[in-house]
């Protein structure tokens, strides 16, 4: 990384052949008086993409290509275009023209008014109702709730952030666009602002209505280690101490009816469900201990601090 940019563009590509020159055209257009490098990271495609922005970058410097080995999905790709970038401020967006790159200049004004991530929110969304607009409407509502992380579009690529804030994170999985959530671990300030989106004219989606159980799952995990990462016990024994002590009380009263009522035990379910929810408890709590002693060694191999600091004063 020898060169010095303030403006990072990175745009994930995987078979775009029908947009890519469209895009650059419209990206120079707009970065004209700025320093910048755009950052072309092909996800494997097996169309002439390749060869397009091969060309591209052997005519303009402000371009780097990243080529994949294989297809390793859009969130590597973004993850791969911050480690492979040098601005100081890196924004993401999609290569499929749906973002507009006259956004680009809100975004890094939103930027400068000392925010560390701006989100863009895709206000007029282009894309079919049921199968996009429906589901995701349900997943922002429900992210926004759960991770605390007040957007109104998590799953709109064309975001800014600062250079910290993506050397701070590591991404697996298709956890882009929590990147907000997670970073909000390190303790930022997150801005959002309304940008254009346009219907996809060339080429088709990478993505169905499946995309909607994975993000779910995405979520728990983003919550889990927003809020537990540095104390699983809290979570897991807090389960396991809630049924082992529901267990607890229905065997106390399975005890109590069997010796001073006589009641018979034997052919009861409710012996079951005590015994069952004792059970449960002492592996929820035995799993937290086995978690504890996981974080320990997550945080002290790597020396990853639990903490993140923003500035030291000591009077000198
Ligand atoms: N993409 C990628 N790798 C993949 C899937 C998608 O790099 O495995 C890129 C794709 O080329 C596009 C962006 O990610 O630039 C968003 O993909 P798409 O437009 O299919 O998603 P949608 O807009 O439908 O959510
Ligand atoms: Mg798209």
């Known amino acids: 990384m020898d060169k010095q940019v303030d403006v990072s563009i990175v745009v994930p590509l995987y078979n775009e052949e029908d947009n890519v020159r469209e895009l650059y055209r419209e990206l120079i257009t707009v970065m004209a008086d700025r320093s910048y490098e755009i950052l072309f990271v092909n ?17 303009d410097p402000h ?16 993850s791969a275009g911050f480690d492979y970038s040098c601005g100081d401020v890196i924004v993401t967006m999609d290569g499929d023209l749906q973002n507009d ?22 206000f007029k969304r282009q894309d079919p109702f049921w199968s996009r607009r429906l589901p995701s409407m349900i997943a922002n509502r429900l992210i926004s709730w759960i991770t605390g992380v007040k957007l109104h579009d998590y799953g709109c690529t064309l975001k800014a952030f600062r250079k910290y804030v993506v050397e701070n994170i590591k991404l697996y999985g298709e956890m882009h666009r929590f990147i907000p959530a997670i970073a909000s671990a390190v303790g930022i300030s997150i801005a959002e602002v309304r940008v254009n989106h346009r219907p996809r004219r060339h080429g088709t989606s990478k993505y169905g209505i499946s995309r909607t159980f994975r993000v779910i799952l995405d979520l728990i995990t983003v919550k889990f280690l927003l809020s537990y990462s540095n104390r699983p016990i809290h979570i897991f024994g807090l389960i396991g101490l809630i049924s082992l002590c529901l267990g607890a ?18 052919d009861r379910p409710m012996l079951l469900l005590a015994i069952l929810l004792i059970f449960i408890g ?13 974080i320990r060694t997550y945080h002290e191999s790597q020396n990853k601090p639990i903490y993140y600091v923003k500035e030291v004063i000591r009077r000198p």
Not at 43 to 59: M, W
Not at 68 to 74: K, M, P
Not at 107 to 118: A, C, P, S, T, Y
Not at 254 to 264: F, G, H
């Open 63 to 78: 371009v780097v290509v990243v080529n994949f080995r294989r297809n390793f999905g859009q969130t590597a790709a973004m």
């Open 43 to 59: 996800d494997g495609s097996s169309d002439r993409t390749t060869e397009l922005i091969r060309e591209i970058s052997a005519a």
């Open 101 to 122: 790159p006259a956004d680009i200049p809100k975004l890094l004004d939103k930027i400068n008014e000392g925010n560390d991530v701006v989100a863009g929110w895709r």
């Open 249 to 266: 009380l229905i065997s106390f009263v399975l005890v109590v009816q069997r010796q001073l009522y006589a009641m018979p035990l034997a």
């Open 282 to 294: 002492i592996q929820f709590v035995t799993f937290g201990l086995i978690s504890e002693l996981q």
